[in-house]
């Protein structure tokens, strides 16, 4: 299985970016995918998850984030809003914790 994150870039802070995450093959609903992400000097921290139980979020992001599955497009999503600068950092997305994409930078402007 291969992941691949893109949607990433530069924002002000309070502005939005919806990060994108491709599979290379089918994202069945059984299977966890999740964000992650890892700031500088940071260790790579939870962001949120989507289940077969539902959805679940970092307490941090939670209300302001937002992920999404699209199974027949094989993609997860990732809708940024009301950006903060300490939400500046690599995210990742990662299927059942055992496959990972590589990152894609989101810099958040105060």
């Known amino acids: 299985v291969q992941l691949q994150a893109f949607g990433g870039g530069l924002v002000q802070a309070g502005g939005s970016l919806r990060l994108s995450c491709a599979a290379s093959?089918?994202?069945?609903?059984?299977?966890?995918m999740g964000w992650f992400r890892q700031a500088p000097g940071k260790e790579r921290e939870f962001v949120a998850a989507?289940?077969?139980?539902?959805?679940r979020y970092a307490d941090s992001v939670k209300g302001r984030f937002t992920i999404a599955r699209d199974n027949a497009k094989n993609t997860l999503y990732l809708q940024m809003n009301s950006l903060k600068s300490e939400d500046t950092a690599v995210y990742y997305c990662?299927?059942?914790?055992?496959?990972w994409g590589h990152g894609t930078l989101v810099t958040v402007s105060s």
């Open positions: 989507a289940t077969w139980r539902g959805t």
């Open positions: 990662s299927r059942g914790l055992s496959y």
């Open positions: 093959t089918r994202t069945s609903s059984r299977y966890s």
